[in-house]
Structure formats: structure tokens, C-alpha cells
């Protein structure tokens, strides 16, 4: 019994130090903290998971990338007080895959409805400062 005890506890010491004990939130969860921090207009918590300067790079004539993102997002959560519009992503319209290769990954969100007017939305991620940010946004047909 007591040699059992010390394989059991041998083993599981063993199978616990082989894990990443700092392991990272996958990529899926700083897409939806970001969504969840603009749809409340919470800047300071939506910036902790996105990389401005790289969404936006695509856009050379903006003179205040981050005056820019709140304007949008702002006009974004207006609109939903409308009972047309809200501000909740709707995250089961959509097939969720993540493909994570080392420090970058890709989240794609494919419409499960191809007839409705959803787009596909890719999300590109990167490790910075120990966590997943998003890198580009990138909506196709």
C-alpha cells in the first residue's frame, strides 16, 4: 500500500511539472474580452488586447488611430439603443476556429447562415507582453 501511495504520488507530480504553469488565455478569449470591453465603451480594457497601430496601419491618413477606434466604437454602441441594432456580438451565428502556429494565431468567425449578410471575420493575434492581442481584422465575402 505504501509503494502504491508513492507511484501515485510520483506520477502525479510528474504529469503536473510537465504543464505550463504561466500558460497563457487562448487567443478566443482576448477576441471576446476586447468585444465584451468596446461593447461597454471600457477603452482602457479593450486596449490591453489590441494593438492599434497594427489594425490600423491599412489606414495611412488617420492622424489619431486611437480618436479614431473610440469614435467608432462609440457610434457603434449608439446605435445600439436602437431596437434594430445591438451591441452584443452574436457569437453563435458563427463556426469558431483558432490556429495557433508558436506566437501568432488567426481566430476565423465563418457565418453558419451563407445566405445572410455576415461576413467572414479573420482576427489576427500575436504574444505581446505575455498575452494575446489582436493584430488585424480582416472581413471578406
Known amino acids: 500500500m505504501k509503494n502504491l501511495i508513492t507511484i501515485l504520488l510520483f506520477v ?9 504553469i504561466d500558460m497563457k488565455e487562448t487567443p478566443l478569449i482576448s477576441i471576446i474580452k476586447l468585444k465584451s470591453a468596446e461593447a461597454v465603451l471600457n477603452f482602457e480594457e479593450a486596449k490591453k488586447y489590441i494593438d492599434l497601430s497594427k489594425v490600423f496601419k491599412k489606414s495611412p491618413d488617420s492622424k489619431n488611430i486611437e480618436k479614431e477606434w473610440k469614435e467608432t466604437i462609440t457610434t457603434l ?3 445600439g439603443k ?5 451591441n452584443q456580438f452574436k457569437y453563435f451565428n458563427y463556426s469558431i476556429t483558432e490556429e495557433i502556429k508558436g506566437k501568432n494565431a488567426k481566430v476565423n468567425f465563418v457565418p453558419n447562415d451563407k445566405n445572410s ?11 505581446i507582453d505575455s498575452s494575446w492581442k489582436v493584430t488585424g481584422i480582416d472581413y471578406r465575402d
Open 82 to 86: 436602437d431596437k434594430k441594432f445591438t
Open 117 to 127: 449578410n455576415l461576413k467572414k471575420i479573420i482576427y489576427s493575434l500575436k504574444v
Open 77 to 79: 454602441h449608439n446605435l
Open 12 to 20: 502525479l507530480f510528474t504529469g503536473c511539472n510537465g504543464q505550463n
